[in-house]
């Protein structure tokens, strides 16, 4: 209860203080209060994005293919996926297993909608590290191939970028495209996952 207490102190402080320097940008269009908390109530309300997230939750099969080296085959595994919703709606938990590299590989995702700024934002953690792995971006038209970018440090210096095409093909049907590009060089494709759900 106490928490709940300080998160709503701490909103309506926020809310004090937007509303403040908002007067302070544009003194002869003063801010409602009223205005802005219902403008915060209906971005934080889940849409589009996330009804199509919510349409992924379920049991899943996969499939990897794990590229290691440019013009060789590729590593080939199979595992299975969670995915449910958290808080209400607004964000889509995957939990993986599987193998990578040829050890058994877990990990655990979280995809959401950013109402704000208008991107698809990801956090994925995994037993191949400690630290957490973000990417960001955008969608086609209808919402069901998300593309994103990020980067993570490399052990001696310097980092990897990454671009990831997400296709939700059906609601059984799901691919995860991974490329990688070492210290800014030649990009190459990584990863493919297609997910099956589970009957």
């Not at 655990?108 to 909608?113: K, N, P, Q, V, W």
């Not at 995860?176 to 990584?190: I, N, Q, R, S």
Request: include cysteine; proline fraction near 6%.
């Amino acid at each position: 209860m106490r928490f709940i207490q300080h998160t709503l102190t701490g909103l309506l402080i926020l809310l004090v203080a937007s509303v403040a320097i908002a007067k302070d940008k544009k003194s002869e269009q003063p801010v409602d209060p009223q205005a802005m908390m219902e403008l915060y109530t209906k971005l934080a309300a889940p849409g589009e994005p996330h009804k199509l997230f919510a349409s992924l939750a379920g049991s899943w099969t996969t499939k990897t293919k794990e590229w290691m080296e440019p013009g060789k085959p590729p590593m080939e595994t199979t595992g299975s996926a969670e995915m449910k919703m958290l808080l209400d709606g607004r964000f889509l938990q995957q939990e993986y297993t599987g193998q990578m590299m040829g050890q058994p590989f877990s990990g655990i995702g979280i995809d959401g909608y950013d109402n704000i700024r208008k991107k698809y934002v990801t956090a994925w953690m995994d037993t191949m590290g400690t630290g957490f792995f973000m990417m960001e971006g955008t969608a086609s038209a209808d919402g069901k191939t998300i593309t994103l970018t990020g980067q993570h440090p490399e052990p001696g210096g310097g980092h990897m970028t990454h671009r990831a095409i997400w296709k939700i093909v059906d609601s059984n049907t799901q691919t995860f495209d991974m490329y990688g590009a070492h210290h800014c060089g030649k990009e190459m494709k990584m990863m493919e996952i297609t997910y099956t759900r589970k009957p």
